[in-house]
């Protein structure tokens, strides 16, 4: 019987053997912790990339690394560079509370073609994190202008997102529309990109209150033709919005007829 | 610089929330404590489900041999019973010494459910003991149906301590919204934490896997003692067990995918970070070990059921077949085993055109991948109706044009498989994925179909000879062994993805880990890790079957045991 005990006992970690080898033998991934942004006040514009790197590759690449689940970010996209060029040229010295906006609330930003499933990242990323990866993204053939200042001052965990907290006194409807994102989906004066309507004659397809109400309760009707960008637009222009702004807005689509 | 001002602040965050383990570190510890625990808790679980079911097929039937074999099957589970009470119990010590903050917030939230655990746990207990105990006390008449619900009772507490258990576990995956570090939010119950996303579809597969794992084991314990027999009849007897106990563990093995699947859904749609980590994130490597995992059992289950029909007459004239139901499992096996995305260097991405290799693409993705497996269960399916049918002569008149239906549904079902598969490359992912839906269902409606027709047509079929129980070949018996080994490693690396998708978080997105282990291993660190409490796992069985061995040669010296004859088997 000590032969057959023997076979077995062979046999077993024969078969333990081969298995732990297999998972050996294929590529070794191993989960990181997020980095803590380890730099204080005066830290350089590279620091806090640096920093932002190394969260963005443990975090991020999941998704953003193969350009199959969500874009690549730090190769070239459709000939406008990584996400850095991108946003300067989009967004100019709004670049970083646009991208900030992407990072908590990532369902505003989806990108056509890609579904809508990236998470808040406060949820898993302190805010100095999140200012660090923004930087990282920045530094992606734009221009950081993410400081030490912003980590200082970064709002905490429950805090609205920088879109939100950016409020201007303005009541120039132009001013507006771009402060607010508004002309990174919605074309105007013939060029824009297609992600909303465009502004151009809107004034003749809708009436004042619809305008209003499409600013205040975007998600209420889809306009035809945009159905797939449908919940795209952010809810919370109200919060932004003083009522002086809000009807300057409503007053100058209207008239573009 | 920057390591050391981690280390600083990993210090301040971990202060008295971590002990230390010697040696092997803190988490290698519990990794070993929970894990084992697992796979003893997993045996226990799901032998007295099958003992419960032979014992009533033994009543009904008035079949003495069904009736020892679910005996014989308990007596494996009083000896594992309390391993897996000790090593429950080194688990509790290690989480509220190793990691007492963890430990503090679930027993904050689940201090309640935990009491009405250990309530159970004694009930459990106490059923146990009087149902292997009150075995031949009570073995007739009423008295053994009152037996019998004892087994059923036992059941139920096992099911409900899994059931509690498994909250606990599930809300580290899935907790509910507005739980913090501090707790549940006041509008959300304990029971709210039960009731999580994912522990309903967890209480399911592990069920079916628990079936599945007793199975395998209490197949291997036969095995053994196939091997270790002295007469005709113990081989008999233990080749008959080896039998039920593969039978019954394929049978449910069959449609743990399904409830796997379902699994998968929820944790995608509590959120779809957890999901994409599982099966593109940094564990996606990981079913590919799988695959090869669950390749192995596929074609030592069919191995074993091959070899089974040398000892049935008639089955020769299904042996050419063989081959090329081998030859479907191997090319599905292969396709399922390939990966889709690959670690690459920029040159030969270059070389490739792309990230994604030319060939190997469109085999990865899950539209191939789907349409292996779902081929290889109806393979296997394919390989049981021909084990049955092995020693039968068709009576009914309508024998042929049955036989006929039953090939229609096959090539019905393998038709709509493959057909889903291609299609699949054709559409956008989101409604690829619903494709695999209708796979399943047809292969599902298949199997039930074929068996509910195969069960009128063998109605008062002839016999070719009586399956010779005992005369086969030892090398099966080995299969069986690789069948508990690979489905015992499986279920460590399962733990390790369920456990590994939720990273540095002991608390998805609730309380994080700040220990100096929280990055989550690489495979080949978690493979020997799991390798290594298989192995604990399987020395510790075979040292409490040695046990049980010794004690049933005691038992045998005083009285002497009942005679053991040729079984027939299940279902004939």
């Known amino acids: ?257 | 610089m920057t390591e050391l001002l981690l280390l600083v602040q990993a210090a301040a965050d971990t202060t008295g929330a971590y002990g230390h383990f010697p040696l092997i570190g803190a988490r290698a510890a519990v990794w070993i404590a929970a894990e084992v625990h697992l796979m003893f808790a997993a045996f226990v679980l799901g032998v007295p489900m099958f003992a419960v079911i032979t014992e009533l097929i033994g009543i009904v039937g008035k079949d003495p041999k069904y009736d020892k074999l679910s005996k014989e099957f308990t007596r494996l589970l009083v000896f594992a019973y309390s391993a897996t009470a000790l090593w429950g119990a080194v688990l509790v010590f290690f989480l509220t010494t190793l990691y007492p903050r963890f430990w503090g917030h679930l027993t904050q939230i689940f201090g309640l459910s935990m009491w009405i655990y250990v309530g159970l746990f004694f009930a459990e207990s106490f059923t146990l003991y009087l149902y292997y105990y009150g075995w031949d006390r009570w073995n007739a008449g009423r008295s053994k149906w009152f037996h019998w619900s004892l087994g059923v009772l036992l059941n139920v507490w096992g099911t409900i301590v899994m059931f509690i258990a498994n909250g606990w576990l599930t809300y580290m995956m899935s907790p509910p919204e507005g739980a913090t570090a501090q707790g549940l939010p006041p509008e959300v119950t304990m029971w709210g934490a039960i009731a999580n996303a994912t522990w309903m579809p967890i209480n399911i597969h592990r069920l079916l896997g628990n079936a599945v794992f007793g199975g395998t084991v209490a197949a291997a314990y036969a095995a053994y003692r196939f091997l270790a027999s002295k007469t005709p009849e113990e081989r008999a007897h233990y080749d008959w067990m080896g039998y039920v106990g593969n039978f019954i563990a394929i049978s449910v093995f069959i449609v743990l995918p399904f409830a796997g699947y379902w699994l998968g859904r929820e944790i995608y749609a509590y959120d779809q970070s957890m999901g994409i980590t599982m099966m593109g994130g940094f564990m996606s490597w990981l079913w590919v070990v799988q695959a090869v995992l669950i390749g192995v059992l596929f074609l030592a289950a069919n191995y074993y059921l091959w070899i089974g029909m040398q000892r049935i007459p008639g089955a020769e004239r299904f042996t050419p077949y063989t081959k090329w139901m081998l030859l479907v499992l191997v090319v599905c096996w292969i396709v399922w085993a390939t990966p889709h995305t690959l670690i690459v260097t920029r040159e030969e991405q270059a070389a490739m055109g792309g990230q994604f290799h030319p060939f190997l693409d469109v085999l990865g993705v899950m539209s191939a991948k789907n349409t292996a497996v779902n081929l290889m269960i109806l393979t296997t399916f394919l390989s049981f109706l021909l084990y049955r049918r092995g020693n039968k002569r068709l009576t009914v008149e309508w024998a042929r044009q049955g036989t006929m239906v039953q090939g229609a549904m096959f090539v019905i079902a393998a038709v709509v498989v493959v057909f889903f598969g291609i299609y699949g490359y054709f559409v956008p992912d989101t409604v690829r994925i619903g494709f695999s839906v209708y796979q399943v269902l047809s292969v599902l409606a298949c199997i039930v179909g074929v068996t509910v027709v195969d069960l009128f047509l063998t109605r008062g079929a002839e016999s070719k000879g009586e399956i010779r129980w005992g005369q086969m070949p030892e090398r099966s018996q080995y299969a069986l062994f690789i069948l508990a080994v690979t489905f015992t490693w499986l279920m460590g690396l399962m733990g390790f993805a369920r456990s590994g998708i939720r990273q540095h978080w002991h608390v998805w997105q609730v309380l994080p880990d700040t220990s100096p282990y929280a990055s989550t291993p690489a495979l080949g660190y978690a493979a020997n890790m799991i390798s290594l409490c298989v192995i604990v796992f399987l020395g510790l069985v075979a040292f409490i079957f040695w046990l049980g061995g010794l004690a049933e040669r005691a038992f045998s010296k005083e009285q002497p045991a009942p005679g053991l004859s040729p079984q027939p088997a299940m279902g004939d």
């Open chain 1, 1 to 257: 019987m000590w032969a057959t005990n023997a076979k077995i006992v062979a046999l077993s970690l024969a078969v333990i053997g081969f298995y732990t080898l297999v998972a050996h033998i294929i590529p070794q991934l191993q989960s990181e912790v997020p980095a803590q942004v380890a730099v204080g006040p005066g830290a350089s514009p590279e620091e806090l990339a640096a920093a932002g790197e190394r969260i963005y590759s443990t975090v991020c690449t999941a998704c953003h690394g193969l350009g199959t689940r969500a874009p690549n970010l730090v190769t070239d996209h459709e000939g406008l560079g990584p996400i850095g060029a991108r946003c300067l040229a989009r967004f100019g010295d709004r670049c970083k509370d646009y991208l900030y906006h992407s990072l908590t609330a990532p369902g505003d930003s989806v990108v056509p073609g890609f579904a809508n499933i990236m998470p808040d990242m406060r949820t898993q990323l302190d805010a100095n994190q999140i200012w660090a990866v923004i930087a990282y993204l920045q530094s992606q053939g734009g221009e950081i202008t993410v400081t030490s200042q912003d980590l200082e001052s970064a709002p905490a965990q429950t805090a609205q997102p920088a879109a939100a907290a950016v409020l201007s006194a303005t009541t120039d409807p132009r001013e507006l529309l771009r402060e607010k994102g508004c002309l990174g989906c919605h074309a105007i004066d013939g060029s824009g990109p297609p992600i909303g309507p465009p502004f151009d004659g809107i004034g003749s397809r809708l009436t004042r209150e619809q305008i209003r109400e499409g600013i205040l309760n975007p998600n209420a009707t889809v306009a035809r033709g945009y159905e797939q960008f449908a919940g795209m637009m952010p809810p919370n222009f109200g919060d932004q919005l003083t009522a002086a702004q809000l009807e300057a807005i409503v007053n100058f689509l209207a008239g573009r007829r």
